[in-house]
């Protein structure tokens, strides 16, 4: 079965930067792009990016533009977004997803909580 | 790009039906036929419920069911229970490699 397993929490400093893993298992891991989404406390779902990992092609939304990376490696099978400059607005669950090939996230990891705390 | 507009909450007694609106733009909700909804329970990874505006993944009740007119989808459930009780999240493609999520809608079951 699919499973997306991610790395575990992170505390950072304001201006520091993070990088979560993504480990995928259950299917072709070079077919399916992935999806980095994050959710800040109490609030809402935001899109972040996508990342193909046959080469590394990624999209990302416009508001992390600049400060937000996302690579793949294929041997591992692992997917890792890196966020920089981070603030106290950054401070979410991070979740990694499977894209679905419908326009859509259908496996979900569990999430990583990152705090950003002076 | 500007979330998706959901209504805050909605409400519903059990075995009742309720629907829960996703208002967007003809670059995103109006353009494509690539709306999806996510339910999410407290502590929990969201949940793919419907795809391509109307298409339930496999192992998804049929008493969730999608629609769209022009720039506004919506989901229904119908048959409540209590375990419906979720936080509801639409989603659009909007071009370019790019999505949207909405604002998310708190369904409570009264």
């Known amino acids: 079965q699919v499973q997306l397993v991610q790395s575990g929490a992170e505390v950072k400093k304001p201006g520091a930067s993070v990088k979560v893993s993504c480990k995928a298992s259950?299917?072709?891991?070079?077919?399916?792009?992935m999806h980095w989404v994050r959710q800040a406390p109490g609030q809402g779902l935001e899109w972040m990016g996508i990342?193909?990992?046959?080469?590394?092609?990624?999209n990302s939304a416009q508001k992390f533009q600049g400060r937000f990376s996302m690579t793949s490696d294929t041997s591992t099978n692992i997917v890792y977004m890196e966020l920089y400059s981070l603030t106290s607005e950054d401070t979410a669950v991070y979740y990694c997803?499977?894209?679905?090939?419908?326009?859509?996230?259908?496996?979900w990891g569990r999430g990583t909580l990152v705090t950003v705390s002076s | 790009q500007s979330a998706l507009t959901q209504p805050a909450s909605v409400s519903g007694s059990p075995g009742q039906s309720i629907t829960i609106s996703c208002t967007g733009t003809?670059?995103?909700?109006?353009?494509?036929?690539?709306v999806s909804w996510y339910q999410q329970h407290p502590g929990k990874a969201p949940k793919l419920m419907i795809y391509?505006?109307?298409n339930r993944p496999s192992g998804v009740s049929n008493r969730f069911s999608g629609s769209k007119s022009g720039n506004t989808a919506s989901l229904t459930i119908s048959g409540l229970r209590a375990e419906d009780e979720a936080d509801y999240y639409c989603?659009?493609?909007?071009?370019?490699?790019?999505?949207?999520f909405g604002g998310g809608t708190k369904l409570t079951v009264l």
């Open positions: 997803g499977k894209d679905g090939q419908h326009y859509n996230v259908d496996y």
């Open positions: 259950g299917y072709a891991f070079s077919t399916n792009n």
């Open positions: 990342v193909d990992p046959r080469g590394d092609s990624t």
């Open positions: 003809s670059s995103d909700v109006g353009g494509y036929n690539y």
């Open positions: 391509d505006v109307s």
């Open positions: 989603s659009s493609y909007t071009g370019s490699t790019t999505w949207v």
